[in-house]
């Protein structure tokens, strides 16, 4: 169990700190002390801007993680790996697949961009690594994979489907998400959790070998989510008793506030510029 000090700065959030960009979308820089990880990369520019301001040198990327393939975790893909020649790639064969958000009839393409695809289709073997089940990517720290739908009451969050006519629903397939193993418990980094907040962590428990959850943080895509997913998963929440819970992106107001309201002053706001170290 590492006994280093992890730092993690949120660059990409909906939120920012004064003098640096808000974004639609979501980006983790994670200094575990002997690797550099980034884990999504935003819609590019916030990424960019926000790095230089805070005096991350994004060239020391050592791995980016894709917690799954929209826009707006994606779009920094081909200034990352510009910018750093080391970077080994882990991320679901899926993230690649198109993908719309359909709203009163209108369909809207969320998929990866097309640069970030040519980017990650110029990527050596060694550098591209598809993660189709759990595996740790360095000391003390691995990838879910595919997480199980175990809930009855969590679901992607959102009117995602695969084609433009809303025939083939969207289950978000390779939506997955990142554990830190330390001395105080898991820390655990998503995107936008469209697998669901108690199946991820139920998942991460499995995988790690450890239920002892220290910090979550990240999109939880709770905007649209009905009365009964909001209680149950505020009650398992409380029982997997978190110390800190990070809430970003997509978690909306109202979860955000259902969130302190069930968790009090455990709950510290995401945005971009803040950096925790655990």
């Given at each position: 169990m590492s006994k280093t000090k992890l730092k993690i700065t949120i660059l990409v959030d909906n939120r920012a700190q004064d003098g640096l960009i808000p974004e639609h979308g979501f980006s983790l820089w994670i200094d575990t002390g002997p690797t550099r990880i980034l884990f999504d990369t935003g819609q590019g520019p916030a990424?960019?801007?926000?790095?230089?301001?805070?005096?991350?040198?994004?060239?020391q990327t050592d791995i980016l993680a894709l917690?799954?393939?929209?826009?707006?975790?994606?779009?920094?893909?081909?200034?990352?790996?510009?910018?750093?020649?080391?970077?080994?790639?882990?991320?679901h064969a899926g993230v690649v697949q198109p993908r719309y958000a359909l709203r009163n009839g209108t369909a809207k393409s969320i998929r990866i961009p097309k640069a970030s695809m040519a980017t990650i289709n110029k990527l050596s073997e060694e550098n591209l690594q598809w993660v189709s089940r759990a595996?740790?990517?360095?000391?003390?720290?691995?990838?879910?994979?595919?997480?199980p739908r175990e809930t009855t009451y969590e679901d992607t969050g959102g009117p995602f489907f695969l084609d433009s006519e809303g025939r083939r629903a969207d289950l978000i397939e390779?939506?997955?998400?990142?554990?830190?193993?330390?001395?105080?418990?898991?820390?655990?980094?998503?995107?936008?959790?469209?697998?669901?907040?108690?199946?991820?962590?139920?998942?991460?428990?499995?995988v790690s070998g450890t239920n002892k959850l220290y910090a979550l943080i990240g999109g939880f895509h709770l905007m649209n989510a009905n009365k009964e997913r909001l209680e149950r998963t505020m009650a398992a929440l409380r029982s997997f008793a978190p110390e800190m819970v990070i809430?970003?992106?997509?978690?909306g107001e109202k979860g955000t506030?259902?969130?302190?309201?069930?968790?009090?002053?455990?709950?510290v706001l995401g945005q971009s510029g803040i950096c925790h170290t655990l």
């Open positions: 990424l960019v801007e926000n790095a230089a301001k805070i005096g991350i040198d994004l060239g917690s799954h393939g929209h826009y707006d975790h994606t779009g920094g893909i081909p200034h990352v790996l510009q910018a750093s020649r080391k970077a080994k790639l882990f991320c595996r740790l990517i360095s000391k003390d720290t691995g990838l879910t994979g595919p997480i390779d939506d997955l998400a990142l554990w830190i193993r330390t001395s105080h418990g898991l820390v655990v980094c998503v995107g936008c959790c469209h697998a669901g907040i108690v199946n991820t962590l139920n998942h991460v428990f499995r809430p970003s992106h997509c978690t506030k259902i969130l302190r309201d069930a968790l009090g002053d455990r709950i």
